[in-house]
């Protein structure tokens, strides 16, 4: 099963450009890699996904490097609102299909 | 946002009781999901629906039973709740799996178990 590493938390100010790393050195083949966000009392939302290179959407990038071992979410212009807790997943199917969801990274945005 | 709904939102229950929590969708995908929440573990797995009256155990499954008798509809029960079930449950849904699936989830039910 793909494991995830991600820091434990991560503080920044508003306006700054955040990246936020996820190591995965177990990744298989056909997995993804998936990145959502919490905030408090709700559930994850999904944010971004990738395979490899490079991906962008309205809220985030995502970076993956040739060998996929890792992966980084990259926040641009933070504002207080992206205060939350960020989860990397990989993509992990065996015989009792499951995705692996690690403690996450929360992620603190001061003024 | 998907249309997602728990209820109930919050629940507390006493030990040795029997617990349903309901989650209903109306974006008629296939697959749904039981996570709970405690702090220090992420979310894990309890059990998930592949269709109408087909499921199968996740990671934490004991204690707990699931069914799904419509799409749109997936109980979990606790039949006899435990302290160690207090937890913040979430169902969650996807159109398909593999590994690259899009997680849609509710809104989570807290539940404490005294």
């Known amino acids: 099963l793909a494991k995830t590493t991600q820091p434990i938390s991560m503080d920044s100010y508003e306006g700054q450009e955040v990246n936020i790393t996820c190591s995965h050195n177990n990744i298989a083949t056909n997995d993804y890699i998936t990145w959502y966000q919490q905030f408090p009392s709700q559930g994850p939302r999904f944010i971004i996904q990738?395979?490899?290179?490079?991906v962008t959407n309205e809220v985030a990038s995502l970076f993956i490097p040739a060998d996929r071992k890792s992966s980084t979410l990259s926040l641009p212009r933070v504002s207080l609102s992206d205060t939350a807790v960020y989860y990397c997943l990989v993509g992990a199917q065996d015989s009792n299909y499951q995705l692996i969801w690690g403690a996450g990274t929360k992620l603190i945005i001061k003024p | 946002d998907a249309g997602i709904t728990q209820s109930p939102r919050h629940k507390v229950t006493e030990t040795g009781t029997p617990v349903t929590l309901r989650c209903h969708q109306t974006?008629?995908?296939?697959?749904m999901y039981w996570y709970r929440q405690d702090p220090g573990h992420g979310l894990r797995l309890i059990h998930y629906s592949y269709g109408v009256k087909d499921t199968d155990k996740g990671e934490v499954s004991d204690g707990y039973s699931v069914s799904r008798s419509k799409t749109e509809d997936f109980l979990l029960t606790l039949e006899s709740a435990t302290s160690s079930q207090t937890s913040v449950y979430f169902c969650?849904?996807?159109?398909?799996?593999?590994?690259?699936?899009?997680?849609?989830f509710g809104s989570g039910t807290q539940l404490s178990v005294l």
């Open positions: 969650a849904i996807s159109e398909s799996t593999g590994g690259h699936e899009k997680l849609f």
């Open positions: 990738g395979y490899k290179t490079k």
């Open positions: 974006e008629n995908h296939r697959y």
